[in-house]
């Protein structure tokens, strides 16, 4: 098994744990990023708040609206991108070493080539899996509500509205809502932003890499012979990088929720955004800077959380699966006949 494979596969893991913990701050994130009413009461409630309104209203399922696919797009994305992280990470490491030998550099990946690298790595994700995310942001986004029917009593001829519960709104309905408002590139509606956004993981990797270069580098130092780093170290500085790197791009992800989102086509033009450029133009005009910092505390509490238990589990995932290909490597050459 090759190790880009075993990278992706552990990723892809790692991903679907931190999504499981992490999802119904998600939900709340995205409908608060979503939340294009300047004067609405729910800008106001806290994260825990909110989640308690989602619950009273709409029940315990609305916060894992979209779950199903969140999780699909979740392995897929970090799959992908742990994939080929490892391919072109290799390929940089052989060029560094090459370099080596021309007497330049001291053969190692650099601080510049990791954020390359990553950014390489994003871009291919994004391409892939971008529809995934579209329909999660529509299942996470849509509100659980009772319709109203008018019913007529012949005897009385008096008429009556009836609160019918609607039937639940499946990942099928999000993928023909999202065809029939855009066609196949309405499945690529953000990509753009999303593009941009590729800073994040790789922001999120060059501190990560960085510090954990500098941490083996210490311990090395102080000859302590056992270089080794922990899970506890591993979670700690996942959560500083991934922190970074949220800060630094948050706006870039509420501009690609607003685009995701439904579309409203109604006469309020704050509802209808026909594109990046149009997006963000709205948002200053009608909401001003604070709109691209909408639910951000909620968002690094998440995000935070997930990049911490994500590199942990992967790290320790691949340590485990590297240790059962030697085992078993060794068990085989043990078992051939001299």
């Given amino acids: 098994m090759s190790d880009a494979l075993i990278n992706g596969l552990a990723g892809a893991g790692g991903g679907i744990i931190a999504q499981l913990i992490t999802y119904p701050l998600q939900t709340v994130n995205t409908r608060q990023q979503t939340d ?45 991108y742990y994939y080929f992280y490892q391919i072109f990470r290799d390929k940089a490491e052989a060029i560094a070493l090459e370099h080596k030998r021309k007497g330049i550099g001291d053969g190692s990946v650099g601080m510049f080539s990791s954020l390359v690298v990553a950014a390489l790595a994003g871009c291919v994700n994004v391409l892939l899996t971008n529809p995934i995310w579209v329909v999660v942001t529509r299942m996470q986004t849509h509100t659980k509500a009772s319709k109203k029917f008018k019913t007529l009593s012949v005897a009385e001829n008096d008429t009556f509205f009836d609160a019918v519960e609607p039937p639940p709104f499946r990942t099928s309905h999000a993928i023909q809502e999202v065809y029939d408002e855009g066609g196949v590139f309405g499945f690529w509606r953000g990509v753009l932003p999303t593009l941009i956004m590729v ?54 992800l509420v501009v690609k929720s607003r685009l995701q989102a439904k579309q409203l086509k109604t006469g309020d033009k704050r509802h209808h955004y026909e594109g990046t ?22 968002k690094i509490v998440q995000s935070v959380l997930a990049a911490a238990v994500l590199f942990m589990v992967k790290e320790e995932l691949v340590r485990g699966t590297r240790f059962l290909l030697t085992k078993a490597s060794v068990n085989r050459t043990r078992s051939r006949p001299p």
């Fill in 36 to 80: 294009r009413d300047p004067k609405k009461e729910q800008r106001k409630l806290g994260t825990i708040e909110q989640m308690c309104q989602v619950v009273k209203n709409e029940g315990w399922e609305r916060l894992y609206g979209g779950l199903t696919p969140s999780l699909v797009g979740t392995a897929a994305s970090q799959g992908v």
């Fill in 199 to 252: 800073s994040n993981p790789s922001i999120q990797f060059m501190l990560y890499e960085t510090m954990l270069k500098k941490l083996k580098k210490q311990r090395a130092l102080r000859k302590r012979g056992d270089v080794a780093v922990t899970a506890v170290e591993i979670f700690l500085l996942g959560a500083l990088a991934k922190l970074g790197a949220t800060v630094v791009t948050y706006p870039l």
């Fill in 277 to 298: 450029l149009d997006a963000i133009l709205k948002m200053i005009h009608y909401e001003g800077f604070y709109g691209f910092y909408k639910g951000m505390n909620t």
